[in-house]
T-cell receptor, first 111, second 115 residues
Framework: AQTVTQSQPEMSVQEAETVTLSCTYD???????LFWYKQPPSRQMILVIR??????QNATENRFSVNFQKAAKSFSLKISDSQLGDAAMYFC????????FGKGTRLHILP | DTGVSQDPRHKITKRGQNVTFRCDPI?????LYWYRQTLGQGPEFLTY????????KSRLLSDRFSAERPKGSFSTLEIQRTEQGDSAMYLC?????????????FGPGTRLTVL
């Protein structure tokens, strides 16, 4: 069965610094997609970034980038130049035969 | 673009009562998903629709739960004979396209409290 593990329940980073959130997953499928979603306090979940498993190139969206290591089944999210508005729960998600979300990492931004 | 909407936003009910939630997806989206999220956890997949067809149901979706999407537009999720363990946030999401590659757009959720 597929699983998604986010091993960091909470993290803190100083404003303007860089932080990396980790995500590992387990699957026997070869064709799947990985996502990072952001859920601000009391607000809707929104997409941060997505990665197709068949692509070797790591996805990038402005200050957000991923380090996708398919063989290691690792999909970490790097946030550069952290801003106060980045404070939120971040969920790693796997979609293939099943849709599975990790338990999330709460990110605090320190001013 | 009005986004995904859900109604009601909050529901308090007594154990044993039936409740129904509604989700209105983004208008051109043909896929609609339901999730349950408890405090401190990520969303747990419940079911999804491709247009009006319900294509998959999680084992989490007991026989007290039923979902419909008549005419492939809005969807309803009904919980019969609610239990305290049903207390959670129920999230709806929609996506465009027929594959799992497409980004899901989430609604604000319906928070259910069962007393």
């Amino acid at each position: 069965a597929q699983t998604v593990t986010q091993s960091q329940p909470e993290m803190s980073v100083q404003e303007a610094e860089t932080v990396t959130l980790s995500c590992t997953y387990d699957t026997s499928e070869s064709d799947y997609y990985l996502f990072w979603y952001k859920q601000p306090p009391s607000r809707q979940m929104i997409l941060v970034i997505r990665q197709e498993a068949y692509k070797q190139q790591n996805a990038t969206e402005n200050r957000f980038s991923v380090n996708f290591q398919k063989a290691a089944k690792s999909f970490s999210l790097k946030i550069s130049d952290s801003q106060l508005g980045d404070a939120a729960m971040y969920f790693c998600a796997y979609t293939g035969d099943k849709i599975i979300f990790g338990k999330g990492t709460r990110l605090h931004i320190l001013p | 673009d009005t986004g995904v909407s859900q109604d009601p936003r909050h529901k308090i009910t007594k154990r044993g009562q039936n409740v129904t939630f509604r989700c209105d997806p983004i208008s051109e989206h043909n896929r609609l998903y339901w999730y349950r999220q408890t405090l401190g956890q990520g969303p747990e997949f419940l079911t999804y629709f491709q247009n009006e067809a319900q294509l998959e149901k999680s084992r989490l979706l007991s026989d007290r739960f039923s979902a419909e999407r008549p005419k492939g537009s809005f969807s309803t999720l009904e919980i019969q004979r609610t239990e305290q363990g049903d207390s959670a946030m129920y999230l709806c999401a929609s996506s465009l396209g027929g594959g799992q590659s497409h980004t899901q757009y989430f609604g604000p959720g319906t928070r259910l409290t069962v007393l």
